[in-house]
């Protein structure tokens, strides 16, 4: 089995690079992918220590890209980390959602729950802070028993302290992982909220732009959707990918590899993502397809 999808200390996550990929290697993993939010910062630790673990140790990002409805997070892999244009969007993406921190944090005090800044910090890793760093101080401090109640009542879109952010279009999230050398992929696409013709458009509308894959094989997935987005997958002549969105203690109820316990993504996804890499696979609108 393969897990092409899991966030470390350097965005979400609860553990180290290094501890993902001992994890990883007990779990009898073939492939690994490091994929934190908005930054690069913990790929050169991640693939080390895969490495030494005898892991396919695989760099990664996951940006979440700007869409009328739902959330859309296009995964990038084998990024060129140190990529100039790469680098700059993902800073970028960082200084909105410090920017959106604050603002969260006025709203909860309005709604009389104080959590400082510090206090969320404590809870982030070595780079980026996040909603769900602020959901652990919300649980610390008694305002919510666990973290998915902080979000359902609180910090989900739509709810009393949602603050939005700057996010990259759809189409500048699949170029810069594409000129920076790697691999775009349509993240878990139920939380698009569209129906199939609507994600046919859409994923036909990123081909253009260079989208290489889709990810079929999610925790949240069910037999029925992953069918059909391996379907879609081939029709539209894409990979297909597939991992757990595994953040440890954050949400403890997904394990690594396995998801909810069903998850199985094939070693060949982990094959034929790396040839994609290693061909340079150009964006429909060049080839003509």
């Known amino acids: 089995m393969v897990d092409l999808h899991t966030h470390s200390t350097f965005s979400d996550g609860s553990h180290t690079p290094e501890e993902l990929a001992g994890m990883a290697k007990r779990a009898g993993l073939y492939a690994l992918a490091l994929t934190d939010h908005d930054t690069t910062a913990g790929l050169e630790r991640f693939t080390a220590a895969c490495a030494e673990q005898g892991i396919k140790g ?60 510090d206090e969320v910090s404590r809870y982030a890793g070595d780079e980026v802070v996040g909603r769900p760093h602020v959901a652990r101080a919300m649980v610390e401090k008694g305002y919510v028993r666990s973290c998915e109640e902080a979000f359902d009542k609180y910090l989900a879109k739509g709810r009393p302290a949602y603050v939005d952010r700057f996010r990259l279009s759809s189409s500048d999230s699949v170029r810069i992982i594409r000129d920076a050398g790697g691999v775009a992929v349509l993240a878990h696409p139920f939380t698009l909220e569209l129906d199939n013709g609507g994600l046919r458009r859409i994923v036909a509308e990123l081909r253009e732009f260079g989208l290489q894959g889709i990810e079929a094989y999610y925790s949240e997935h069910s037999q029925d959707q992953t069918r059909r987005y391996v379907a879609l997958a081939r029709e539209m002549g894409l990979l297909t990918t597939g991992g757990s969105d595994f953040h440890g203690g954050i949400n403890p109820a997904v394990k690594l590899g396995i998801g909810f316990g069903n998850l199985c993504v094939p070693d060949r996804v982990a094959d034929d ?15 003509g397809a």
């Open 58 to 117: 695989i760099p990664g990002v996951e940006i979440s890209a700007d869409v009328s409805r739902g959330t859309m997070h296009i995964l990038g892999y084998y990024v060129s980390a140190d990529y100039p244009g790469l680098c700059v969007a993902l800073e970028r993406i960082r200084e909105g959602r410090s920017d959106r921190n604050g603002k969260i944090l006025e709203k909860l005090a309005s709604l009389g729950m104080s959590v400082s800044m």
């Open 273 to 287: 993502l790396l040839a994609a890499a290693g061909m340079g696979f150009k964006p429909a609108r060049q080839t």
